[in-house]
């Protein structure tokens, strides 16, 4: 067989870096066919000078002019919005590895994943936004969407020690992030530099907010719901500040299988590109006596209000996603710019929720709709929060 031919969306990003470290052990069975990302030309034509893949996809028309004349007919150049479609579209791939942030990355997984091709998904928005119908579609394409995200790579790992109707519950790990420890009042002061320092992973600014909030493991409640086909109230969050235990699967005679590891993303996304193979990988090996002991807790509710919000989306389903999704995104940009409160990130994604009719079984026209209702509505009502 020849190599698998891997595009990597969001490759200026940490989990497309770590990709492309991952892959630089992985040359004899994997070669880079396409690289993408949203803004930083130059970092793109770098990636591109060493990794010499066919095409590169650039989400800015500016941006796009500069790599098109920095790299000549080297290589194929997407530009513009519709840039990371068309090289889904116009390149020749096996598995396409998505490490863009947020749901802009939907169109192009839902591409991929009509194509029928094999998806590691690492942007869990386009699971909160769009998790029935990627589900759907990978049904009648056959593509395997494989999960990035640690937690669900863990449980992706653990399923397969059962049956699936033998699954009791799936217990998501969290770190509990930087604010683990700190009172409400304290959380409610937190600067966006407070935020930014997450204990054990290192991680972009959006995901690195979201783990502050407790709303990037409110994401992973939903995400697991479609990834795994799981009722809502068959998915539990435990604090777990080490970060060794990736997440667990509860079987009906009470068994309980884990997968550990330490906290660096380049295992999860080699097991996406390599599953049902494991080979050697370059993230730090455990050793659990180094260890000595792990903790865990139940997590508080009173202090983290996102967790709330995880649980009822994933009951609700629609378009409630797409809501919690995008009013996230928004608040989470506002916070960044200094024009919301920490606080008020989850506050005010809850009110949008509140405020919004969910539809069910939303197509992709009325997911979108959904997504830029509820951008609309933080920017409107961002003064009356
Ligand atoms: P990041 O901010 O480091 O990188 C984001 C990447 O997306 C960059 O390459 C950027 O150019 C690209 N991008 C942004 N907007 C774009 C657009 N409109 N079109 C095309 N490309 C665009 O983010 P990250 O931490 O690597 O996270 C990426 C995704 O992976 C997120 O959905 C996050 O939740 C998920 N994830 C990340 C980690 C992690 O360790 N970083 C772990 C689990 C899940
Ligand atoms: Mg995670």
Redesign the pocket.
Known sequence: MGKQRVLI??????????SLEVLAGLRDDFEVVGL?????WR??ASQAVTWKPSAV????EAGGGHLSREMGDSVRVFRG?G??VEMIEGVDFDCVI?????A??LP?TLRAVELGKRVAI?????LVVAGALLSEKAKASGAQIVP???EHSAVFQAMHAGRAEDVRRVVLTASGGPFRTWSADRIAQATLEDALQHPT????????I?SATMM?KA?EIVEARWLFGLGYDQIDVIIHPESIVHSLVEFADGSMVAQLGSPD?RT?IQYALTYPARLACPSPRLELADLGRMTFYRPDAERFGALRIGREVARVGGTSGAVMNAANESAVALFQNGGLGFREISTTVEEVLNRHDTRQNPDFSELMSADAWARNEVLRCNSCF
């Not at 969306?9 to 770590?18: F, V």
């Not at 996809?57 to 800015?60: E, G, L, P, Q, S």
């Open positions: 969306l969001g490759s200026t990003g940490s989990i497309g870096c770590s993408a990302g949203g803004s930083r970092e793109l996809a650039i989400d800015c919005s840039a990371l998505v490490g863009v942030v947020g802009a990355a192009a690492a942007n869990k928005e386009s990035v995200d640690s992973w290192d991680m972009g600014p959006k995901i690195t979201d990037n994401l993303m999860p």
